[in-house]
């Protein structure tokens, strides 16, 4: 099985039980890839800190375990988890209080498709958004209220950090994405691997462009949007 596959099993499958630290084997895996990643676009120290506190808001986090694994390494930031599904909120609330750097917000239950501002946050307020395995895994609605969301409640040059299976011109690579892709529709008609020349259009609706394309294992991309 891979990642991808893995990880639709792990939300379509019922198991995540309320106050329960849970552990998806995929993000264990990809955790620290995506990390690497960024590193590279997450700049703050205690001098560039003094000030203002920058906000991270992480759009479905599932078992919580990406932003425990990412938080220690950035201890300057702000790390706001959501979630949809209430009964994850218990996981990542685990993970939330047993950070070792104490920055990591309880999680709070967002739709991302209502705005932002119905759950407290306010426009041009976030530096960074980040979102994993969700993109195919959801109807196209959640997509579009992403992008919608981010255009609205991104700082200027603020970045949302986007990660998982992609197509390309219309064209799904590799046969093992493609079978994916298929399983996906299969579970549900408005799941699939979105085409990134659809999300860049999209993007560009809602004020964001696409400044980098990082292919990641597991035939996998992290895509970095920023506000323009």
Same mark, same amino acid.
């Given at each position: ?75 300057? !930031? ?5 979630? !949809? ?21 309880? $999680? ?56 998982? $299976? ?57 895509? !970095?949007?920023?506000?323009?």
């Amino acid at each position: 099985m891979s990642e991808t596959q893995e990880i639709a099993c792990d939300y379509h499958e019922d198991q995540s039980f309320k106050g329960e630290k849970l552990i998806y084997p995929a993000a264990s895996r990809n955790k620290e890839p995506i990390l690497q990643v960024l590193k590279r676009f997450i700049l703050c120290d205690n001098d560039q800190c003094d000030h203002e506190v920058p906000l991270f808001l992480e759009v479905a986090s599932g078992s919580g375990q990406h932003l425990a694994h990412f938080a220690p390494h950035f201890p300057h !930031v702000k790390f706001q988890p959501t979630e !949809v599904d209430e009964n994850l909120l218990g996981s990542i609330s685990y993970y939330a209080q047993t950070c070792p750097t104490k920055n990591i917000l309880p $999680p709070k239950q967002v739709d991302i498709c209502a705005k932002l501002s119905n759950y407290g946050f306010k426009e041009n307020s976030i530096d960074y958004i980040y979102n994993a395995n969700m993109i195919h895994i959801s109807p196209y609605e959640c997509t579009i209220g992403l992008f919608k969301n981010a255009g609205m409640y991104l700082k200027n040059d603020g970045l949302m950090i986007t990660y998982g $299976p992609y197509s390309k011109d219309g064209v799904i690579t590799p046969e093992s994405n493609v079978e994916f892709h298929a399983s996906l529709k299969s579970r549900n008609p408005l799941w699939g691997i979105r085409d990134i020349n659809d999300l860049v259009k999209l993007a560009e609706q809602n004020n964001l462009s696409l400044i980098d394309t990082v292919e990641m294992p597991a035939n996998n991309k992290t895509l !970095v949007w920023k506000k323009d």
